[in-house]
Each structure stands twice: as structure tokens, then as C-alpha cells.
């Protein structure tokens, strides 16, 4: 039967697109129509700081769906919420949000069918 196959895979390590947005990098891969990044944060990293001149945005004003692997990540959204999420939660954070890593452990994490495909995406 031609066409897409039933079953697809691929390797984060092996990643379509890498970005390096100052004490960060995402590591980007295309499964099919679905997009998955590996996010990963260094201690001293702030959305505000270091993604919010590339977005020019005021907060992150993308939806993220995603498991973190390790480190701490403390989520300010627009409305005033606050949460902390730490290795082994599972997270879905909504547009208008800043975000910091707490601590001096790298935040890993694993955005699952991101639609971000502009996140942290310097402008051509």
C-alpha cells in the first residue's frame, strides 16, 4: 500500500534542526506531521532574558505539552499563577508565560507535538 507508513520513528539524537538561543538548546525532529523538541535549559537561563529578544514578544506565547527529564523549571504565567515543574512531571503550559530554570541543574525537557515550529527561531 503506498503512501504514509503506519508506524514512523526517529531519533532525538539525530535531530532536524538545532537552535542555540543563549544557556539553551532545541533539538528539533519531524515524525510524520508531528514536531518534538528536547529542550535543554542551563542554570542562569530565563525565557525574559534569553528567548523574549528573538520572539519580541512580551511572554511566550506558545503552547508547549511536555515531560521534564531533569532540573527544576519555574513558570510565571500572565495571570499571575506560578508553578514549578522538576524531573518526572508532565506539563502543559499556555501561551503567556515566562519561565526560568531554578537551581544549578540543566532543565531537560521533551516538547511533544509542539506546534512551535517558530520557537526560539532567529529571524532570517
Given amino acids: ?7 514512523q520513528k526517529r531519533s532525538i539524537d539525530e535531530p532536524d534542526e ?3 538561543p543563549p544557556k539553551g538548546r532545541i533539538e528539533m525532529v519531524s515524525v510524520g506531521d508531528v514536531l518534538f ?3 535543554t535549559f542551563q542554570p542562569g537561563w530565563k525565557w525574559s532574558e534569553s528567548v523574549k529578544p528573538i520572539a ?3 511572554s511566550c506565547q506558545f503552547h508547549h505539552a ?5 532540573g527544576t523549571l519555574h513558570l510565571e504565567m500572565d ?8 524531573a518526572g512531571d508532565i506539563v502543559v503550559i499556555e501561551p503567556g508565560h515566562d519561565a526560568w530554570v531554578v537551581g544549578d541543574t540543566p532543565c531537560v525537557m521533551y516538547d511533544f507535538g509542539t506546534q512551535d515550529a517558530d520557537f526560539a527561531k532567529p529571524s532570517a
Fill in 56 to 58: 519580541q514578544t512580551d
Fill in 18 to 20: 538545532v537552535r542555540l
Fill in 79 to 86: 495571570d499571575g499563577t506560578e508553578l514549578d515543574v522538576t
Fill in 37 to 39: 523538541a528536547r529542550t
Fill in 1 to 7: 500500500m503506498a503512501g504514509t507508513p503506519s508506524a
Fill in 66 to 70: 511536555g515531560y521534564v527529564e531533569s
